[in-house]
């Protein structure tokens, strides 16, 4: 996982002492998702995920979650620069404070190596945690457009990695993929747990069991929570 320095990382256990955790601050290479429920919510919350077969990837297509990296949080920047900042450290930019043109990936969460962003270059992904692809498979093919747009755009599913260590992964759930960086395994799957529990999606018997396998190993591992409201805003909704 990435790490916190100097005055940025005193703040955060300070905060973290007294409420847990706290928001995100970009720039402090803090990654993932920010604020946390309590010790032993991620594996409570994984057994409570509800178990189906997998549906059939009939109908899947990248468009019908909207265009990529919509300004779903009406702050004029797209959703991907959006997360690089949240997720780089030492981030320089081009025009302004909003497209990222240079940033440290301090360590990529998914191999643990260090990583230079630099734009137009392909060596960070923004990674859907749970996989747009998988998500279909398992009740988003359901859903109407807003739903499917706040998804794929929820920094709570949004994740700044290693563009080859991510390609890897493909839209694999917690049973066919899992990072290579041992260490992150467990906010990784806590995080996977967050996303389908707050967009009520389901999980395979394989899939459950893999995510209950790994968080047995870290029984106090928290559960994320915050992100984008699951809902894009109205001006979305005829997409």
Not at 10 to 36: F, N
Not at 94 to 120: A, H, I, N, W
Request: include cysteine; aromatic fraction near 8%.
């Amino acid at each position: 996982m990435k790490r916190l320095r100097g005055g940025a990382a005193t703040a955060a256990v300070l905060v973290c002492a007294m409420t847990g955790c706290t928001d995100q601050v970009a720039g402090t290479g803090s990654a993932g998702p920010g604020r946390t429920e309590g010790g032993g919510a991620a594996l409570t919350a994984a057994e409570s995920l509800t178990v189906k077969g997998r549906a059939p990837r009939t109908g899947y297509d990248r468009d019908k979650f909207g265009s990529a990296w919509a300004d779903t949080d009406s702050n004029d920047c797209g959703t991907r620069d959006d997360i690089l900042k949240r997720d780089l450290e030492s981030v320089r930019f081009t025009e302004g404070t909003c497209k990222v043109s240079y940033g440290v990936l301090d360590s990529d969460p998914y191999s643990g190596k260090d990583v230079t962003y630099r734009r137009g270059s392909s060596q960070v992904d923004i990674d859907h945690i749970v996989a747009l692809s998988d998500a279909w498979q398992k009740g988003a093919k359901y859903w109407d457009a807003s739903k499917r747009i706040a998804f794929a755009n929820d920094p709570l599913n949004l994740l700044a990695v290693d563009a080859s260590t991510n390609r890897s992964k493909g839209d694999g759930d917690t049973a066919t993929w899992l990072p290579p960086h041992k260490a992150y395994r467990c906010p990784y799957v806590a995080a996977q747990v967050a996303v389908k529990k707050k967009y009520e999606l389901w999980v395979t018997a394989a899939e459950k069991a893999a995510m209950e396998k790994v968080l047995t190993g870290c029984p106090d591992q928290k559960l994320p929570t915050g992100g984008n409201p699951t809902k894009a805003p109205e001006r979305f909704h005829a997409n």
